[in-house]
């Protein structure tokens, strides 16, 4: 009978370490896939981009931003809007240039990009004329940079929209 007392006085202990394993597991998992779904553009607080109800989310690639004076590309001042707009020529010189040198700087293109050219994404400000924009779109075509986006705001569909 003293036999079957000790046996009964035994508490389990719960290791730990595979459950700690698994929420590890469970925290990068969750990381990994919040962080797929999200790009960032990093913006001057003198760019007020619009807005769109696309869910659409951008790819990753060189950024030109212009706001109400200046032209950036990549962090880089190229030139000023009032030279942008100075300018009579369909392109503006100091944009192709840089986007040239970049291009040059960069991978060599893939059967995708030599199709429909290297992928640019710009960052204008609400308040730019459509001239000003036209000529960086035309700049970024001459520059081989045919790919496009425009960066927006995204704002929910409002009812009206979906027709519901």
Known sequence: MARHRGRLN??????????????????????????????????????????SISDTLPKENLVVMVNATEI????????????LMANTASTFEPLEAELKYL????APLNDEEKTNGRSITILGD??????QLKKLMATCVA???RNISLAVMHKEASNKATGG
């Open 143 to 145: 520059a081989d940079y």
């Open 103 to 106: 291009a040059s700087k960069a």
């Open 72 to 83: 950036v590309v990549s962090g880089r001042r190229v030139g000023s809007v009032s030279d």
């Open 126 to 131: 609400k308040q730019i004329p459509y001239e």
């Open 10 to 51: 035994f508490v389990p202990k719960l290791n730990l370490v595979p459950l700690i394993d698994c929420f590890t597991l469970l925290i990068f998992f969750l990381l990994i896939n919040y962080s797929a779904e999200v790009e960032v553009l990093h913006t001057d607080k003198s760019v007020k981009l619009p807005t």
